[in-house]
């Protein structure tokens, strides 16, 4: 892998974003996204899937579509927070608070500003059915990292986030330990299983 590679791979997942926010059917966009990651993860060189993996990989294990949990929500005022996360590669990545989403069902979750260059928008979540068999990965999703191409738009004028946990996808570390991911805070954490998104990739 060189940086040119992991340049290429990034357009490509932006160019994979802006389809999915082009296409007016949430169910159809959401086919396109998970055939054009199976598509990276198995032939690109910047790919996080180890090599005993790419042996007789078949996709990545999605849950179907489901519309209940797509959802454009108001972006509430909080207060002021930090956190940060110690890649032991990358040095520490600093997040500050941006403000909050209440979402229906499952709860409020923290909406991150990475404070550092690009300043890019970051949501992950960790659900009731992470670390367990079949369930979801066990240091969380990311639902939103605008900084690296996973943004499924917004409305300034009206202040809102189009949060779609069918499309929550697990950090490059549930992959290959090698990579250092920020992972969800405890204010991420919530006690409701969510069952869409990408699931637990080989055993936890």
């Known amino acids: 892998m060189t940086p040119l590679d992991v340049a290429d791979w990034r357009r490509r997942v932006f160019a994979l ?46 849950s179907p579509y489901d519309p209940a949990w ?19 590669t990358d040095g520490t990545v600093p997040f500050e608070r941006l403000g909050t989403i209440t979402v229906p069902g499952v709860g409020a979750l923290d909406v991150w500003r990475l404070t550092t260059y690009g300043g890019g928008l970051f949501v992950p979540v960790k659900d009731a059915l992470s670390g367990r068999r079949g369930g979801t990965y066990g240091g969380g999703r990311y639902l939103l990292d605008t900084i690296k191409g996973a943004d499924l738009g917004s409305d300034p004028r009206r202040n809102t986030l189009v949060l779609d946990f069918n499309f929550a996808y697990n950090p490059s570390c549930a992959y290959d330990p090698a990579w250092a991911c920020p992972l969800a805070p405890a204010s991420n954490t919530v006690s409701v299983e969510i069952p869409v998104g990408e699931l637990s990739f080989g055993e936890e």
């Open 17 to 62: 974003y802006a389809a999915v926010r082009a296409n007016p059917d949430a169910a159809s966009a959401h086919e396109d996204w998970c055939a054009g990651r199976n598509d990276l993860f198995l032939h690109h060189p910047a790919s996080a899937l180890l090599e005993r993996d790419l042996a007789g990989f078949d996709g990545l294990p999605v």
């Open 70 to 88: 797509r959802f454009e929500l108001e972006l509430e005022p909080a207060e002021v927070g930090r956190f940060e996360y110690e890649t032991g």
